[in-house]
């Protein structure tokens, strides 16, 4: 091989890659992958105050990029400090850094900047960094300084640290953790990436591990990123409305078991189950053509937080201003026959809920199986199921779109039978038979679909259809149809002073103020928190092939048969 290309000739190749050879059409290219199922964080608490802002902390959650393959050709592998004898693949040992720069809008922070929560994998393998640059928004002593503004984290990892970097960058993950929060700062999305750069050391003389830790102005070449967003739930919810608390949709069929992850059955064949070892390994977050599925919607009405808000029983239902109907408008993304996935619902089922301080878990349907609607302070008041007459709580079903719609009176006790024949339960405590929707109940939707389509896919990105989907409940005075141009309700007493309405304070009501009535809850959607889910679908082609050959002079005959699947392009 010719001597190394000058640096000077490195520039970003048609492909996306980093060439260090001029006009070569090949290059450096670092492939991720990034599935994430976090989608909505919320904010509980503590609540601290920083030197002049209230901040609510949330939850942290672990995200891991798979790092799929660093390509290159033989020119870019002296990148690292190979001789070249290994072709295009990276020498062990290697020599170079790589830098891992995670963002993050105000909303997600990262508390811990060197630890294990932050690191390379592979097997059993960690590879930590040696440094990090962290943008520090937080006191390391006391979280609750946190400013809850957006950051920018470095992390430095010396790839003559480990034996072969190569295990990491090929088929090892990056680990990090997210802190949430609510604050001052806050939009309704807050996004966040992680960008991976090359600082190429092929001598191992260039550089050290003090200039890189010191030096800020350092040339990295680019060599990928990855990211998405995450919805935070912060407090403030003024009016009484739907808060919607958790959701997902995943799949219910898993095949068989392949204990030896060969993509082939093993023998006899024995379908998955919840009681499979390795059954946490399993995505149930993405799925195929024939696959059955399911989501689950939990959601809870609260009330409205005085003094600036004003409350349901003691403001509104006093006044004759009764919410009677529950809507759902739920989007998912690429549902529909056109876009070629053709997702068929089978049916849905609708259970309320009562709180309670002495609960029987006999009476909770289904909870302890819904996703984390655990039974410990509710009991079920009525319980509603459909296979055949989807039509009458799901009236919009157009496209990606479905909208669905409950009526109070078509689940007030004594309703079983006759009356509705859809609900098959209802609670024999006098204290828990539902007569209309009140502040504290919780309301569990969980429906069935089919997986009927299939798409077609040549490439690997264009093999998985990502679908974001987004839930709005709400609750109004009568019934709303999909796209309703009304208005959301006033989240204070100042804003509904503003549209004409009291709530009887002060005495006597101002002459150009109405006083709250039915007409006030007919009028607005009353909601809190909306909430979104991810879902991953892929494509599918399996092909069959076969060839036969005879010799005329014997009796051999060879048949061959050659079977391909491609799951998301991929062949498998």
């Not at 790839?159 to 960058?169: G, K, Y």
């Not at 053509?289 to 919607?297: A, F, K, N, P, T």
Request: glycine share 8%; net charge negative; proline share 6%.
């Amino acid at each position: 091989m010719t001597s190394a290309p000058s640096p000077n000739n490195a520039f970003l190749t048609s492909v996306g890659g980093i060439s260090m050879y001029a006009f070569k059409l090949d290059g450096l290219d670092q492939l991720l992958s990034f599935s994430p199922s976090i989608s909505n964080l919320t904010a509980v608490g503590p609540k601290c105050t920083t030197t002049s802002n209230i901040v609510t902390l949330g939850p942290a959650v672990n995200f891991a990029i798979d790092l799929d393959g660093l390509s290159m050709s033989a020119w870019e592998a002296q990148t690292f400090g190979c001789n070249g004898s290994q072709g295009s693949n990276m020498c062990t040992p290697s020599q170079g850094f790589l830098r891992a720069r995670i963002h993050t809008d105000a909303g997600l922070y990262i508390s811990t900047p060197i630890t294990n929560e932050v690191s390379l994998t592979f097997g059993g393998q960690t590879f930590l960094p040696f440094h990090s640059n962290a943008t520090v928004i937080y006191d390391a002593t006391d979280e609750c300084s946190v400013g809850c503004d957006s950051g920018k984290y470095d992390f430095y990892y010396d790839l003559s640290d480990v034996a072969n970097p190569a295990n990491f960058l090929n088929a090892g993950k990056f680990n990090f953790r997210l802190n949430s929060c609510c604050g001052p700062f806050n939009q309704a999305v807050s996004n966040y990436h992680v960008t991976f750069s090359l600082l190429p050391n092929p001598t191992g003389a260039c550089y050290n591990k003090t200039i890189v830790s010191t030096t800020p102005s350092l040339e990295w070449l680019p060599l990928s990123r990855e990211g998405d967003f995450i919805e935070m739930q912060c407090p403030g919810c003024g009016a009484p409305g739907i808060d919607i608390k958790d959701y997902n949709l995943h799949r219910t069929t898993y095949g068989y078991i392949d204990d030896n992850d060969d993509g082939i059955a093993d023998i006899p064949l024995t379908p998955v189950s919840p009681n499979y070892s390795n059954f946490n390994k399993i995505d149930s977050l993405s799925s195929f053509h024939g696959d059955l599925l399911e989501d689950q919607l939990i959601a809870t009405f609260i009330d409205g937080e005085t003094p600036d808000g004003y409350l349901y029983e003691d403001d509104m239902v006093a006044n004759g201003a009764i919410l009677k109907w529950l809507h759902l408008e739920r989007v998912m993304p690429h549902k529909d026959a056109i876009s070629g996935l053709n997702i068929r619902i089978t049916d849905i089922r609708f259970y309320i809920d009562a709180p309670t301080q002495t609960p029987n878990p006999v009476n909770c349907r289904d909870c302890d199986a819904f996703g984390g609607a655990i039974s410990s302070n509710f009991e079920t008041m009525v319980h509603m199921q459909t296979s055949t007459n989807i039509i009458q709580y799901l009236p919009v079903l157009n496209t990606d779109i479905m909208f669905f719609s409950f009526f109070d009176e078509d689940f007030e006790f004594g309703t079983s039978g006759s009356s509705n024949p859809d609900v098959i339960w209802e609670n024999p405590n006098a204290q828990f038979q539902f007569d209309r929707f009140r502040v504290g109940q919780r309301y569990r939707l969980e429906v069935h679909y089919e997986f009927c389509g299939n798409f077609t896919a040549i490439h690997p990105p264009d093999g998985v259809r990502k679908s974001i989907i987004t839930n709005f409940m709400f609750l109004s005075g009568t019934s709303q149809p999909n796209g309703s141009t009304v208005f959301d309700m006033p989240n204070s007493q100042l804003a509904a002073n503003n549209d004409k309405w009291t709530f009887g304070t002060p005495v006597p009501n101002p002459p150009s103020m109405n006083l709250v009535n039915q007409t006030f809850a007919d009028s607005y959607m009353f909601w809190c928190e909306k909430y979104s889910g991810r879902h991953y679908f892929y494509s599918t082609d399996i092909s069959n092939f076969s060839s036969y050959k005879y010799y005329p002079n014997s009796c051999d005959r060879y048949i061959s048969i050659n079977t391909k699947s491609i799951v998301g392009a991929k062949t498998t």
